[in-house]
């Protein structure tokens, strides 16, 4: 089914489909509520440690209800709520359940996508002679999730990711919703500016300061009006407020990514156990990633300061990164974007994202340093594999061993997959 919508100037065409977005709120929250049953209803925080500045990770509804959010300093939030109670991150946790929550997504949709935080979505076009209409099938979803992994989500049902996420925002933090084809426009107008995705806290005060309030105002909006009051995102706000979204539900396997983290078990601000930690987390998943034969066009850094405040940083290549120096030298690069504070770091994480197979053959004016560095890649992998991952390692990472899975970095940390 092909359908258009109009704007003043143009028809935008895109193929119909059907949407279904799972938003659960406070992921992590949400997860140790799970976990541990005498914490619901109670006000609790996640915190990256216990320090009186460490901040407030995550919430949970009772503590957000004495007016705790995420990036509250713990040292005011214990003067909002007495006996407040801090977890720690619990990352195990977090990952048995979005592998839970994959396993439901798996079996309703051949198309789904998962950031890890609590939102899915899955692309149920023409699944309805198996699973009946839209809302049946979103239905059965919201059922299965909370069977398996006793959290209970909002879900919506639309025909884009765009139109699905803002309709999860209108019922949160649980319920079901379709917005029906052809309404989505009505749907979005009357509502809150604040629910629009990609409106940040400098746009809304923009919006504040010129009495925008709803969606539809944006909507209205003609194309140099909204270059003129939100600058050059104007027009793709414009779009987004009429409920135009493009983009597509991602393959599961699209977005699949190699990790790796280093935990110092004291907090550094050295740059050399810093650039260590960094050299080794390259080396152990440029390794993984090479025996897939895949290469990657992107890489990201988080790092998690001594407060508890995290830092990503995020770097698109054109080509693919494929030995450990050219992994080592673009984390590098990034590291000096992402770290802009000066506190102590906890721990520091590397991922080698959008892998493609390698498949390249040497072309004829390739430079030949580029060739020996390949090759000489080929004969370290070759003796990582045969002997155990870190037998090989470059001198500034050198540090002595642990456990087959754990290495030691300099002053004392720990690299976990």
Known sequence: ??????????????????????????????VAAAKDRSLRGRPFVIAGSSAGRSLALDCSPAAIREGITPGTALAIAQRLVRDLIILPLDLPSYDMA????????????????????GNLYLDITGTGGLFGSPSDCSSSVLRDISG????????????????????????????????????????????????????????????AVTGIREIGEVASLSVNEALFIFG???????????????????????????????????????????????????GGCGLKMRNEKSGASA??????????????????????????REIIN????????????RIRMRSIGLALEELAPLGYQPDLFEPEKETESRKLQE?????????????????????????????????????AH
Not at 238 to 257: E, K, L, P, W
Not at 299 to 314: I, K, N, W
Not at 382 to 387: A, L, Y
Request: charged share 25%.
């Open 98 to 117: 979005n592998r839970e929550l994959e396993k439901v997504a798996a079996h309703y949709a051949p198309l789904w996508e998962n950031d890890g935080a």
């Open 330 to 341: 673009e984390a590098l690069r990034l590291c000096k974007k992402t770290v802009s504070r």
């Open 232 to 282: 050059k995102r104007g027009p793709l706000l414009r779009d987004m407020a009429r409920g135009i979204d493009t983009s597509r539900v991602q393959a599961h396997n699209a977005v699949r990514r190699i990790t790796q983290r280093a935990d110092f078990d004291e907090d550094v601000t050295d740059e050399t156990a810093i650039r260590s930690a960094i050299e080794t987390l390259a």
């Open 1 to 30: 089914m092909i359908r258009r919508l109009p704007s003043d100037d143009h028809c935008q065409v895109f193929t119909m489909r059907t949407v279904c977005h799972i938003n659960i709120i406070s992921f992590k929250a949400a």
């Open 148 to 207: 398996k992994t006793e959290i209970i989500p909002a879900a919506a049902v639309a025909c884009n990711k765009l139109v699905s996420k803002v309709a999860t925002r209108t019922i949160r933090p649980a319920g079901l919703i379709q917005v029906q084809s052809g309404s989505e426009a009505e749907f979005m107008f009357h509502q809150d500016i604040k629910i629009l995705p990609g409106m940040g806290p400098g746009l809304l005060r923009t919006a």
């Open 379 to 415: 004969a370290v992998d070759k003796i990582q594999n045969r002997f155990g991952a870190g037998k090989i390692a470059r001198a500034g990472a050198l540090s002595g061993g642990k456990s087959k899975n754990e290495r030691r970095l300099p002053q004392g940390g720990r690299c």
């Open 299 to 324: 890489l990201r850094l988080a790092v998690m300061y001594s407060d508890g405040l995290e830092a990503q940083g995020f770097e698109r290549k054109n080509g693919l990164l494929v030995t450990d």
